[in-house]
């Protein structure tokens, strides 16, 4: 028997990192020593209060049943909690908020939720790549909104064609962004909840790094401008603030019928999250501010070692001001993919080419900072012998 699989299935972008997969393998099986930089994931583990906080939680029989696929109202109202103290944004834990399996299960299911197929969402360009695959499985139309560095890698909304403004019923966007780094002014934010307005399109803003900032930069909120709360909801998550991307915890919130509309699509496919994940969720977010300095310092000393290395040898590229993600333009003479190769052959580090984040990402690589300050070290001297070789 033949097995095929759908069309929607079918129908995702190519997978862009099999040479890349298999440059690292085989340098992994020369015996090099890899800086791996390719990977979104913090290296540091979950702070101990917030374990200690599950292994009790864990204990408790009523945490061994079928949760509510909204989520306990405690871990809501400790959102709430948190979202009035960091962003002066006032919500409904009721109405207003649920609780996801992670930020990427939220993002993925909610143009099912939401958009009829046909209907297009209008999603960034490079971008996190569960928009598109959301979008496709929902027999939806992606449109993309290229992120150039002239615009400060934000979309430029008066590029999107009138017509197709006319089609669009959502938009995705992510500040401060993956993969570019970059971030957003609330001024931007305002424009864009005009451009909602004006064309009925629901804004769905993933601020999953609002918490990994540099030089006291404060990222705010989509909710917090006049306006997003009756246009859009925003999706975040534990997973990177509390170094917790194994314990899939994170949550929506905005306007109420559409946070609505996810939960009742959800309550369809899952039984929500472990409630002694949520009860730990609760511990971290009432103490998310000594975790959120620490972070943001261990951080911040990488980013500086590796984008002070790399910019004194010549590279183009700029100190992110949030998120742990840097974007190198590459070398004269290189595409993402060709640097990318050189790294992992001439210096045995691993990072990412840009357009594997979509087209307008060719031309960049990005490098996480998830590797310790001696690693990075490493690899900046590495990265600078390989590129005085060519020179
Ligand atoms: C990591 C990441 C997520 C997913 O977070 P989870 O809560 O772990 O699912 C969502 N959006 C962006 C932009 C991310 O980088």
Known sequence: MDIRVSNRLAQLPPYLFVEIDRKKREAIARGVDIINLGIGDPDRPTPSFIIEALKSAAEKPSNHRYPESEGLLSFREAVAEWYKNRFGVGLDPRKEIISLIGAKEGIGHLPLALVNPGEVVLIPDPAYPVYQAGTIFAGAQPFFMPLLRENGFL?????????????????????????????ASREYFQKVVEFALRHNIIVAHDNTYSEITYDGYQPT?????????EVGIEFHSLSKTFNMTGWRIGFVAGRAEVVDALRSLKSNLDSGAFQA??????????????????NSKVYQERRDILVGGLRKMGLDVEFPRATFYVWPAVPSGHTSASFVSSLIEQAGVVCTPGNGFGRSGEGYVRMALTESADRLREAVERIGNMLSCVA
């Open 277 to 294: 994940v949520q009860d730990a969720g609760v511990v971290a977010l009432a103490n998310a501010a000594a975790v959120v300095q620490e």
């Open 221 to 229: 909120s989509f909710l917090s401008v006049e306006g997003a709360r």
């Open 155 to 183: 979309p430029d909304l008066d590029a999107i064609p009138s017509d197709v403004a006319a089609r669009a019923r959502l938009m995705f966007l992510n500040y401060p962004n993956n993969p570019t780094g970059a971030v």
